[in-house]
């Protein structure tokens, strides 16, 4: 598949998607929005890519909505709409995704470039990276779902903090507040970010992804209604392939080979 926006590439198991317009510090116009959901798509329909990083073409990772385009939207269709059809189905794509996603942070994320990283699985910043919630900068509210994955990660008074001042935050002070797994020096940021996919891709695909509908459907149960959706979802790990290697490794004392299914 070709993309305008993006370089895609698979490899060993990872597939590596790359925000390239770099000219707008790979801010999101519709089509990049569009394209990195077919990423997405094409993630979850191949049984062979067992995890996604996503990351940007030169200094940033991405500068959020390009600006540019924001005339343009005023006019045709309306910021709710854009929302609903863009970020929206972007976010929920990448939650739903039933594969470990790692944000590759290699410089600023900012407005819903901020928000796509938040909604990955885990985030590597570069020692360059910053981290902007860049909304109320230019007289908007928050969206891209960061109104909730922000305060989860770091606290409802520091996710305050960064939405109504605006300010950028290091990656340093980043990984301090947990809204980053590490840091890793700029230059060795991509083949560290890709160490960690690959090591993801070698693990039991199947449970990684019920891990993550159980971690984000907690936050609407009660403790009764987790521990029993724990138990559905374990019933269903419990019947693959990569359960029963698990438990045999274990007694066999070696490392696990998981297959994925
Ligand atoms: C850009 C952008 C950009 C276009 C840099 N667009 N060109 C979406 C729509 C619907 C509803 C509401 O919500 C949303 C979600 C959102 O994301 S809203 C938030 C949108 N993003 C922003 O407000 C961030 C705007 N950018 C900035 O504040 C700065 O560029 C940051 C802090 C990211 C980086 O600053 P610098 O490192 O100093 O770079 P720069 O400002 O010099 O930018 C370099 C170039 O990139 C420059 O172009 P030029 O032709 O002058 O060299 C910028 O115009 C362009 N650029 N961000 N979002």
Redesign the pocket.
């Known amino acids: 598949m070709s993309y305008k926006t993006l370089r895609h590439h698979t490899e060993h198991h990872v597939s590596l998607i790359t925000f390239n317009r770099p ?3 790979n ?2 116009n519709k089509l990049m929005i569009k394209e990195t959901i077919k990423a997405l798509d094409e993630a979850a329909r191949l049984t062979r890519i067992r995890c996604v990083v996503l990351t940007g073409d030169g200094n ?1 990772f991405s ?6 385009e924001f005339g343009d ?1 005023a006019v045709t269709n309306s ?1 709710e709409n ?2 609903r059809q863009g ?1 929206n189905a972007l976010v929920s794509r990448m939650i739903s995704l039933e594969k470990p996603i790692v944000a590759a942070v290699n410089g ?1 994320a ?4 901020l ?1 796509v990283a938040l909604a990955a699985d885990i985030r590597l910043a570069s020692s360059r990276a910053r981290f ?1 919630h ?2 109320t ?2 007289g ?1 509210v928050p ?2 779902g960061s109104t909730w994955t922000l305060p989860r990660l770091i606290g409802f008074g520091r996710a305050m903090e960064m939405a109504l001042t605006g300010k ?1 935050i290091s990656a340093d002070l980043a990984l301090s507040w947990g809204l980053v797994n590490e840091v890793i020096p700029h230059d060795q940021l991509m083949p560290v970010a890709i160490t960690w996919a690959q090591s993801l891709a070698s693990g039991p695909t199947v449970a990684f992804g019920l891990t993550k509908q159980a971690m984000y459907s907690a936050n609407r149960m009660t403790i009764e209604e987790a521990l029993e959706n724990e138990a559905e979802l374990q019933a269903i790990a419990g019947k693959t392939a990569d359960f029963r290697e698990g438990v045999r490794s274990f007694l066999e004392k070696r490392k696990p080979k998981f297959t994925g299914e």
Do not use: W
């Open positions: 000219e707008k510090l801010a999101f940033s500068s959020g909505q390009d600006l540019t939207l910021l854009h929302l970020y600023v900012a407005g819903a470039g928000g902007i860049a909304f900068r230019i908007l969206d891209s950028p």
